[in-house]
C-alpha cells in the first residue's frame, strides 16, 4: 500500500501557502474607486492609449466645475466617461476573483474528467485498465472538495462579492433586452440549484463507485463488479447532460450574449485530456517510487494514446467552432474570437501550440509513448495548456484587456494545485493500490502488447 509521505505533504503544504499569499495580495490590491482603476492602468500602459484614456477620464471625474460649463453634450460625454471608468473598476476587481474562479474550476475539472474517462472503463468492462483504478478513485477524490469551492465562488457571485457574471447585477438585466429574455434560466436561485444538482450527482456516483470497488475486493462473488457496472452506464448518461449544462452555466454565462452549440463538448475534451493526463503523471510517479508493480509499459503507452488522441480530438472541436463562427461572421457570435485574438493573441494561439502542436509531434511515434520522460513532458505541456485554455474562456469576459499572469493568477495556480496533490495522494492511500477483486485484474496484470 502506498504511504502518504511527508515529504510530499510538506510539498503540497508549502504550495498551497505560497498560493494562497498570492491570492491575498491580489485581492488586497485590488483598486476600490474609479479613480484608483484608472491610476493603476495609467502606471500600467505607461502613456500608451490605455493610459490616455484613463488619464482623460481621470480629469473629467476630477474637474467637476468645467464640466458643469459645457452643457448638454458634454454632459453625455461626462456620463460615458464614468460609465467606462465603473466599468474598469469592475474589471480590476474581477482579477483576484477571475484568478481564483480559473484555477478552482480547472483542478475540479481535471477529476470530473478522471471520474467520466473512470465511468467508461467500468461501463465498457475494459480488460486494460483494472490496474489503473486506484490511481483513478484517487484522483475524483478531489472532486468534492474542489466541486464545493466552485459553489462557494458561484454563491459568492450570487451575492454580488464581484462582477464575474454580469446578468446576475438587477442594474444591467434592466438595461439589456438580451439578457432580461434569459432570466427565466439565468436566475441565481435556479442557477445555484442547478449546481448543486450537478455536484450532487457526480459525488453520489463516486462515493457508490468507490464503495462497491473496495468491497469488491473482499468478496467471494463479483455481485459489486455488476453493481459498478450498472451504476457507471446510467451515471455516463446523467454526465453527458449535466457536463454540457455546467459548461453553459459555470462558463459560458460569464458571457450571455454569446453561445456556441459546441461548448459542451468543447469543454468536455479540454476536462477529458486534462484528466487522462493526471492519470498518466500520478501512475508514472508512484512507479518512480517503486509502487503499482503490476503496471506496466503498455498501460503508459495506452495512456499515451488517449492523450495523443483526446488532444486532437479536442483541436477539431476547436476549429469547427471556430471555423464556424468566423467564417458566417454573424456579429454577435463573431466578437467572441475578435476579442480573443486582439487583446489575447499569445494566450489564445499559444494555446493551440501547446494542446495540438506539441503533442501531435512529440506523441505521434508510438515509442515515445512508452517513455515516462516523454510522457511526462507531453503531460506537463497538456495540462498547462489547457489551464490556458480555461484561462482563455474566462477572462476575457470578466477582466477584458486588463488581463496579466501576474501574482493572483500564479497563486491560484499554485494553491489549488497544492490542494489537488494533498487530497490526491491522501485518497490514494487509503486503499490498496490494486484492485485485486476485479474479475478483470488478471487480464490487466498480462496486458502486453
Known sequence: MYTFTNKLRNFSIVFMVVGFLGLVYGFLSMPSTVKEAQAMVAEVHHGDEHQQEAAHGADHATDAEQENTHGASHEDNSHADDAHGEHLLHQLQNKPWAALYVAAFFFFMISLGVLAFYAIQRAAQAGWSPALYRVMEGITGYLLPGALIVFVILVLSGLHMNHLFIWMDPEVVA????????????????????????????????????????????????????????????????????????????????????????????????????????????????????????????????????????????????????????????????????TRIEDYNLPFFGMLVMNFIFPLLLLMNSDYKRINYFIVMAGIVILLGHYIDIFNMIMPSAVGDQWFIGIPEIGGFLFFFGLFIYVVFKEISKAPLHAEGDPFMGESERFHY
Open 175 to 338: 438595461h439589456d433586452k438580451l439578457i432580461a429574455s434569459k432570466t427565466g434560466f439565468l436566475n441565481v436561485p435556479f442557477f445555484l440549484a442547478r449546481a448543486l444538482f450537478y455536484i450532487a450527482g457526480w459525488s453520489t456516483y463516486r462515493y457508490f463507485s468507490r464503495k462497491f470497488s473496495l468491497a469488491q475486493d473482499q468478496a467471494n462473488d463479483i455481485s459489486n463488479h455488476k453493481k459498478n457496472f450498472r451504476i457507471s452506464a446510467g451515471f455516463l448518461v446523467f454526465y453527458i447532460v449535466t457536463e454540457s449544462m455546467m459548461s453553459w452555466d459555470w462558463i459560458m454565462s460569464i458571457d450571455p450574449h454569446w453561445f456556441s452549440t459546441l461548448f459542451g463538448w468543447y469543454v468536455f475534451a479540454s476536462m477529458f485530456v486534462s484528466g487522462i493526463t493526471a492519470i498518466a503523471l500520478v501512475t508514472i510517479y508512484l512507479k518512480s517510487k517503486g509502487y503499482l508493480e503490476k503496471v506496466n509499459d503498455s498501460h503508459i503507452h495506452d495512456l499515451g494514446k488517449f492523450m495523443f488522441g483526446i488532444s486532437v480530438f479536442w483541436t477539431y472541436l476547436w476549429f469547427s467552432q471556430f471555423m464556424l463562427i468566423w467564417y458566417s461572421n454573424i456579429p454577435e457570435e463573431v466578437t467572441y474570437f475578435i
